[in-house]
Protein backbone atom coordinates (compact mmCIF):
# COMPACT_ATOMS: atom_id res chain seq x y z
CA UNK A 1 0.00 0.00 0.00
CA UNK A 2 2.79 2.37 0.83
CA UNK A 3 4.36 1.31 -2.20
CA UNK A 4 1.73 2.13 -4.21
CA UNK A 5 1.00 5.61 -2.67
CA UNK A 6 4.48 6.52 -3.63
CA UNK A 7 4.01 5.91 -6.60
CA UNK A 8 1.03 7.77 -7.18
CA UNK A 9 2.84 10.46 -5.85
CA UNK A 10 6.30 9.83 -8.03
CA UNK A 11 4.17 9.86 -11.38
CA UNK A 12 1.91 12.83 -9.92
CA UNK A 13 5.52 15.01 -9.42
CA UNK A 14 6.37 13.70 -12.99
CA UNK A 15 3.63 15.34 -14.38
CA UNK A 16 4.05 18.77 -12.49
CA UNK A 17 7.56 18.92 -13.36
CA UNK A 18 6.51 17.85 -16.97
CA UNK A 19 3.70 20.81 -17.11
CA UNK A 20 6.49 22.99 -15.52
CA UNK A 21 9.31 22.43 -18.06
CA UNK A 22 7.57 21.20 -21.25
CA UNK A 23 5.52 22.78 -24.13
CA UNK A 24 2.16 22.65 -22.40
CA UNK A 25 2.21 26.05 -20.42
CA UNK A 26 0.55 28.67 -22.71
CA UNK A 27 2.09 32.11 -22.67
CA UNK A 28 -0.20 35.31 -21.34
CA UNK A 29 -0.66 36.82 -25.01
CA UNK A 30 -1.24 40.69 -24.89
CA UNK A 31 -2.77 42.48 -27.10
CA UNK A 32 -3.53 46.39 -28.42
CA UNK A 33 -7.01 47.36 -29.30
CA UNK A 34 -7.86 50.42 -30.86
CA UNK A 35 -11.13 52.50 -30.57
CA UNK A 36 -12.08 54.76 -32.99
CA UNK A 37 -15.48 56.09 -31.97
CA UNK A 38 -19.08 54.76 -31.88
CA UNK A 39 -20.37 55.98 -35.47
CA UNK A 40 -18.99 57.37 -38.49
CA UNK A 41 -15.61 55.88 -38.10
CA UNK A 42 -13.42 53.55 -39.60
CA UNK A 43 -12.23 50.82 -37.60
CA UNK A 44 -8.72 49.58 -37.13
CA UNK A 45 -7.63 45.76 -36.03
CA UNK A 46 -6.29 44.65 -33.42
CA UNK A 47 -2.79 43.27 -33.29
CA UNK A 48 -2.78 40.44 -31.59
CA UNK A 49 0.23 39.19 -29.08
CA UNK A 50 2.27 41.57 -29.45
CA UNK A 51 5.56 41.24 -27.54
CA UNK A 52 6.60 43.17 -24.53
CA UNK A 53 8.97 45.66 -24.59
CA UNK A 54 8.94 45.90 -28.32
CA UNK A 55 7.61 49.25 -31.07
CA UNK A 56 3.97 48.46 -31.66
CA UNK A 57 3.39 49.17 -35.74
CA UNK A 58 1.76 52.49 -36.35
CA UNK A 59 -1.66 52.09 -38.36
CA UNK A 60 -3.32 53.41 -40.75
CA UNK A 61 -4.40 57.18 -39.68
CA UNK A 62 -8.34 56.33 -39.70
CA UNK A 63 -11.12 58.51 -40.89
CA UNK A 64 -14.28 59.86 -39.33
CA UNK A 65 -17.10 62.10 -41.51
CA UNK A 66 -16.91 65.48 -40.01
CA UNK A 67 -13.85 65.28 -37.80
CA UNK A 68 -9.83 65.39 -38.38
CA UNK A 69 -8.10 62.70 -36.64
CA UNK A 70 -5.21 63.86 -34.30
CA UNK A 71 -3.49 60.93 -32.96
CA UNK A 72 -3.81 57.85 -30.27
CA UNK A 73 -4.11 58.46 -26.90
CA UNK A 74 -3.44 55.51 -23.93
CA UNK A 75 -6.38 56.87 -21.25
CA UNK A 76 -9.78 57.20 -22.40
CA UNK A 77 -9.78 61.31 -21.20
CA UNK A 78 -7.19 62.02 -24.09
CA UNK A 79 -4.87 63.06 -21.89
CA UNK A 80 -1.66 60.32 -22.08
CA UNK A 81 -1.00 60.74 -25.69
CA UNK A 82 1.00 57.40 -27.49
CA UNK A 83 4.21 57.78 -29.26
CA UNK A 84 5.06 54.95 -31.80
CA UNK A 85 8.36 56.24 -31.95
CA UNK A 86 9.25 56.17 -28.24
CA UNK A 87 6.47 54.18 -26.31
CA UNK A 88 7.06 50.15 -25.51
CA UNK A 89 4.46 47.76 -25.49
CA UNK A 90 3.87 47.04 -21.74
CA UNK A 91 3.16 43.65 -19.83
CA UNK A 92 -0.26 43.88 -20.47
CA UNK A 93 -3.02 44.32 -23.62
CA UNK A 94 -3.88 47.89 -23.55
CA UNK A 95 -6.14 49.99 -25.76
CA UNK A 96 -5.46 52.85 -27.93
CA UNK A 97 -8.01 55.95 -28.42
CA UNK A 98 -8.52 57.89 -31.33
CA UNK A 99 -8.55 61.63 -30.47
CA UNK A 100 -10.91 63.59 -33.09
CA UNK A 101 -11.03 67.36 -33.52
CA UNK A 102 -14.20 68.90 -35.89
CA UNK A 103 -12.91 69.53 -38.91
CA UNK A 104 -13.45 72.74 -40.70
CA UNK A 105 -14.69 72.28 -44.55
CA UNK A 106 -14.21 74.09 -47.63
CA UNK A 107 -17.13 75.27 -50.05
CA UNK A 108 -15.69 76.08 -53.71
CA UNK A 109 -18.27 78.16 -55.71
CA UNK A 110 -18.48 77.45 -59.62
CA UNK A 111 -19.66 80.64 -60.50
CA UNK A 112 -19.72 80.10 -64.43
CA UNK A 113 -18.87 83.62 -65.38
CA UNK A 114 -20.74 85.73 -62.63
CA UNK A 115 -19.48 86.78 -59.48
CA UNK A 116 -20.58 87.76 -55.54
CA UNK A 117 -22.96 89.87 -55.01
CA UNK A 118 -20.58 90.80 -51.71
CA UNK A 119 -17.14 90.05 -50.53
CA UNK A 120 -18.32 88.75 -47.05
CA UNK A 121 -19.29 85.31 -48.12
CA UNK A 122 -18.45 82.38 -46.27
CA UNK A 123 -16.03 79.85 -47.57
CA UNK A 124 -15.22 77.62 -44.65
CA UNK A 125 -17.70 75.99 -42.13
CA UNK A 126 -17.68 73.50 -39.04
CA UNK A 127 -20.42 69.96 -39.65
CA UNK A 128 -22.84 71.53 -36.86
CA UNK A 129 -22.92 74.94 -38.88
CA UNK A 130 -25.64 76.21 -40.42
CA UNK A 131 -24.53 78.19 -43.26
CA UNK A 132 -26.69 80.60 -45.47
CA UNK A 133 -24.93 80.80 -48.91
CA UNK A 134 -24.79 84.06 -50.96
CA UNK A 135 -26.48 85.57 -53.84
CA UNK A 136 -24.31 86.22 -57.09
CA UNK A 137 -24.85 88.36 -60.03
CA UNK A 138 -23.79 88.25 -64.06
CA UNK A 139 -24.83 90.67 -66.43
CA UNK A 140 -27.58 89.97 -68.69
CA UNK A 141 -28.28 87.06 -66.25
CA UNK A 142 -31.32 85.66 -63.80
CA UNK A 143 -29.56 83.72 -61.45
CA UNK A 144 -31.25 80.49 -60.82
CA UNK A 145 -29.41 79.41 -57.60
CA UNK A 146 -26.49 76.79 -56.59
CA UNK A 147 -26.56 73.26 -57.88
CA UNK A 148 -24.31 70.71 -56.93
CA UNK A 149 -23.77 69.82 -60.34
CA UNK A 150 -23.15 72.21 -63.12
CA UNK A 151 -25.66 73.27 -66.05
CA UNK A 152 -25.77 70.79 -69.07
CA UNK A 153 -27.66 72.27 -71.66
CA UNK A 154 -27.19 69.02 -73.72
CA UNK A 155 -29.09 67.06 -71.19
CA UNK A 156 -31.62 69.48 -70.11
CA UNK A 157 -32.05 71.89 -73.20
CA UNK A 158 -35.53 73.03 -71.91
CA UNK A 159 -34.89 73.86 -68.90
CA UNK A 160 -31.02 75.96 -69.18
CA UNK A 161 -29.48 72.95 -68.45
CA UNK A 162 -31.23 72.11 -64.74
CA UNK A 163 -32.80 69.13 -64.56
CA UNK A 164 -36.68 69.73 -64.58
CA UNK A 165 -37.60 70.29 -60.89
CA UNK A 166 -34.47 70.76 -59.03
CA UNK A 167 -34.41 73.16 -56.31
CA UNK A 168 -31.80 75.60 -55.40
CA UNK A 169 -29.34 74.71 -52.49
CA UNK A 170 -30.32 77.82 -50.46
CA UNK A 171 -28.06 77.04 -46.90
CA UNK A 172 -25.56 74.40 -46.15
CA UNK A 173 -27.48 72.18 -43.27
CA UNK A 174 -25.79 71.15 -39.97
CA UNK A 175 -25.78 67.42 -41.29
CA UNK A 176 -22.68 68.38 -43.75
CA UNK A 177 -19.96 66.92 -42.79
CA UNK A 178 -17.80 66.72 -46.27
CA UNK A 179 -16.29 69.70 -48.26
CA UNK A 180 -19.24 71.52 -50.37
CA UNK A 181 -18.36 72.05 -54.31
CA UNK A 182 -21.50 73.94 -55.74
CA UNK A 183 -22.37 75.54 -59.27
CA UNK A 184 -24.08 78.97 -59.92
CA UNK A 185 -27.08 78.22 -62.44
CA UNK A 186 -28.11 81.29 -64.46
CA UNK A 187 -30.44 82.03 -67.03
CA UNK A 188 -30.34 83.99 -70.03
CA UNK A 189 -32.61 87.79 -70.15
CA UNK A 190 -34.53 88.10 -73.28
CA UNK A 191 -35.59 91.69 -73.70
CA UNK A 192 -38.91 92.14 -76.17
CA UNK A 193 -37.81 94.35 -79.44
CA UNK A 194 -40.22 96.23 -81.15
CA UNK A 195 -40.20 98.08 -84.59
CA UNK A 196 -41.88 101.45 -85.57
CA UNK A 197 -41.08 101.24 -89.63
CA UNK A 198 -41.12 105.00 -89.18
CA UNK A 199 -41.36 105.64 -92.75
CA UNK A 200 -42.26 109.12 -94.12
CA UNK A 201 -45.50 107.89 -95.55
CA UNK A 202 -46.75 106.67 -92.43
CA UNK A 203 -47.44 103.20 -91.62
CA UNK A 204 -50.14 102.76 -94.86
CA UNK A 205 -46.76 102.61 -96.55
CA UNK A 206 -44.74 100.78 -94.65
CA UNK A 207 -46.26 98.67 -91.59
CA UNK A 208 -45.06 98.10 -88.38
CA UNK A 209 -43.19 94.76 -88.15
CA UNK A 210 -44.17 92.53 -85.30
CA UNK A 211 -42.44 92.08 -82.10
CA UNK A 212 -38.77 90.16 -81.52
CA UNK A 213 -36.93 88.64 -78.18
CA UNK A 214 -33.43 88.50 -78.36
CA UNK A 215 -31.41 86.45 -75.47
CA UNK A 216 -28.82 88.63 -74.42
CA UNK A 217 -25.02 88.26 -76.05
CA UNK A 218 -26.72 86.38 -79.12
CA UNK A 219 -26.22 87.41 -82.69
CA UNK A 220 -29.21 89.98 -84.28
CA UNK A 221 -31.28 87.93 -87.15
CA UNK A 222 -33.76 89.53 -87.84
CA UNK A 223 -34.65 86.59 -90.32
CA UNK A 224 -36.10 85.79 -93.82
CA UNK A 225 -39.64 86.74 -92.51
CA UNK A 226 -38.62 89.75 -91.23
CA UNK A 227 -36.46 91.45 -93.82
CA UNK A 228 -33.93 94.49 -92.50
CA UNK A 229 -33.44 95.87 -95.73
CA UNK A 230 -37.00 97.19 -97.10
CA UNK A 231 -35.37 98.80 -100.20
CA UNK A 232 -36.71 101.74 -101.86
CA UNK A 233 -40.64 102.28 -100.66
CA UNK A 234 -42.55 105.20 -102.26
CA UNK A 235 -39.19 107.71 -103.02
CA UNK A 236 -37.02 106.62 -99.65
CA UNK A 237 -35.02 103.96 -99.45
CA UNK A 238 -34.24 102.42 -95.89
CA UNK A 239 -31.14 102.47 -94.19
CA UNK A 240 -31.52 100.44 -91.06
CA UNK A 241 -33.09 100.50 -87.50
CA UNK A 242 -31.84 102.77 -84.58
CA UNK A 243 -32.94 103.15 -81.19
CA UNK A 244 -34.33 106.48 -81.70
CA UNK A 245 -36.85 108.21 -84.49
CA UNK A 246 -34.01 110.52 -85.45
CA UNK A 247 -31.14 108.64 -86.01
CA UNK A 248 -29.04 109.69 -83.10
CA UNK A 249 -29.30 106.60 -81.03
CA UNK A 250 -27.74 103.14 -81.56
CA UNK A 251 -27.81 101.06 -84.21
CA UNK A 252 -28.73 97.68 -84.40
CA UNK A 253 -28.60 95.32 -87.45
CA UNK A 254 -27.86 91.86 -88.66
CA UNK A 255 -25.02 89.82 -87.02
CA UNK A 256 -24.15 92.58 -84.53
CA UNK A 257 -24.32 91.62 -80.64
CA UNK A 258 -27.72 92.01 -78.73
CA UNK A 259 -26.67 93.61 -75.78
CA UNK A 260 -29.84 94.91 -73.63
CA UNK A 261 -31.74 93.57 -70.81
CA UNK A 262 -34.99 95.17 -70.98
CA UNK A 263 -36.95 95.96 -73.75
CA UNK A 264 -36.76 98.33 -76.74
CA UNK A 265 -38.14 100.26 -79.62
CA UNK A 266 -36.62 100.59 -82.99
CA UNK A 267 -36.98 102.95 -85.66
CA UNK A 268 -36.83 102.69 -89.41
CA UNK A 269 -34.06 105.48 -90.59
CA UNK A 270 -35.29 106.64 -94.51
CA UNK A 271 -33.07 108.41 -96.80
CA UNK A 272 -35.06 110.09 -99.67
CA UNK A 273 -33.84 109.04 -103.57
CA UNK A 274 -32.69 111.40 -105.47
Request: hydrophobic share 40%; proline share 6%; with cysteine.
Amino acid sequence: MFKAKLLTFALASGLFLSSCNGASIVEPEFNVYFFTANVNATNVDTIFNQEPGTFIEEPEDPTRSGFDFVGWYLNIGLTNDWDFSTDLMPEASIVLYAKWEVGIKTIVYNLNGGEMTTENYQVEFSPGDNVVLPQARRLGYNFKGWFDYDQDFVLYPNSEGTKPGDKPIITITASAFENIVIYAHWAVIQANVSFRANHPGGTTVVANPGTIRFPYGSTINFGTNFPQDFGTVAGFRFLGWNSKADGTGDSYNNNTVFLRTSPITLFGQWQPVA
